[in-house]
């Protein structure tokens, strides 16, 4: 059962923002990045992973990040799991805005209504060359835009480029008027990313779901906590 105290922190919170990251997904079956088991731990190829997730590959050797991401990257079958659906319905119900760095369409699948993809989203595809949207079922078959001869890419934010503008600042107003921030499936070390908590009220409470204790150079309350558990045990009410 979650404690009472957290359940209250939850009950009366007027502004609520979810900074979550890739664990979130790693109940849905989607690997995260550097875990014991990450993308980027567990990788056998010849480059480090950040190679082929970067404008330095998509523009000197485009099929080797095709063919990169085709393998890696997409899980179409996989569904959202209850972190997905307990947050996606705080957003439904109350005044709740989920920033996420997952590229990987979930939270959509879950119906969040308030979402922020800081990193933008695989299943959005487009020709590099007309600027066309393409359905990623395409994508995966051919990297070809055949009308004109482009070259296909999803809509993410690669290594070597920079942040969506309209993403970072809706970012940054969720977290400054939210009075409680909760940190779940990142280690919120990676920037810019980690560097939205730096916006946050005097006031805001912040919490923090993980296995894994994290450090933070300000008071927030650690839930050493499987998030899944938590937010299986947590009600969202109105």
Same mark, same amino acid.
């Given at each position: 059962? @979650?404690?009472?105290?957290?359940?209250?922190?939850? !009950?009366?919170?007027?502004?609520?923002? /979810? +900074?979550?990251?890739?664990?979130? *997904?790693?109940?849905?079956?989607?690997?995260?990045?550097? *875990?014991?088991?990450?993308?980027?731990?567990?990788?056998?190829?010849?480059?480090?992973?950040?190679?082929?997730?970067?404008?330095?590959?998509?523009?000197?050797?485009?099929?080797?990040?095709?063919?990169?991401?085709?393998?890696?990257?997409?899980?179409?079958?996989?569904?959202?799991?209850?972190?997905?659906?307990?947050?996606?319905?705080?957003?439904?119900?109350?005044?709740?805005?989920?920033?996420?760095?997952?590229?990987?369409? +979930?939270?959509?699948?879950?119906?969040?209504?308030?979402?922020?993809?800081?990193?933008?989203?695989?299943?959005?595809?487009?020709?590099?060359?007309? =600027?066309?949207?393409?359905?990623?079922? !395409?994508?995966?078959?051919?990297?070809? =835009?055949?009308?004109?001869?482009? @070259?296909?890419? %999803? !809509? @993410?934010?690669?290594?070597?480029?920079?942040?969506? %503008?309209?993403? @970072?600042?809706?970012?940054?107003?969720?977290? *400054?008027?939210?009075?409680?921030?909760?940190?779940?499936?990142? *280690? &919120?070390?990676?920037?810019? /990313?980690?560097?939205?908590?730096?916006?946050?009220?005097?006031?805001?409470?912040?919490?923090?779901?993980?296995?894994?204790?994290?450090? $933070?150079?300000?008071? /927030?309350? &650690?839930?050493?906590?499987?998030?899944?558990? $938590? /937010?299986? !045990?947590?009600?969202?009410?109105?």
């Amino acid at each position: 059962m @979650i404690d009472s105290e957290l359940q209250t922190e939850f !009950d009366n919170a007027k502004r609520i923002v /979810f +900074l979550t990251g890739a664990g979130v *997904s790693t109940a849905s079956g989607i690997p995260d990045y550097r *875990s014991k088991n990450g993308l980027y731990t567990n990788d056998k190829s010849d480059k480090p992973a950040e190679y082929y997730l970067s404008t330095d590959c998509l523009r000197g050797e485009p099929k080797v990040f095709w063919e990169y991401e085709k393998s890696n990257m997409y899980y179409p079958d996989a569904k959202p799991n209850v972190i997905h659906e307990r947050q996606a319905e705080f957003t439904q119900k109350r005044n709740a805005v989920v920033v996420t760095q997952n590229i990987d369409s +979930l939270y959509r699948k879950a119906n969040t209504q308030h979402l922020v993809e800081f990193h933008g989203n695989l299943y959005n595809v487009y020709c590099q060359k007309c =600027h066309k949207k393409f359905d990623y079922k !395409d994508y995966l078959k051919s990297m070809y =835009h055949e009308n004109c001869g482009g @070259i296909l890419r %999803p !809509d @993410i934010v690669l290594y070597g480029e920079g942040l969506d %503008p309209v993403a @970072i600042s809706k970012s940054v107003e969720a977290v *400054s008027k939210a009075d409680l921030i909760v940190i779940v499936g990142t *280690s &919120m070390r990676v920037y810019p /990313f980690a560097g939205l908590i730096d916006y946050r009220s005097q006031n805001a409470k912040v919490l923090a779901v993980n296995e894994e204790p994290l450090q $933070f150079g300000f008071p /927030f309350t &650690m839930v050493k906590e499987n998030a899944v558990d $938590f /937010f299986s !045990d947590l009600t969202v009410t109105v």
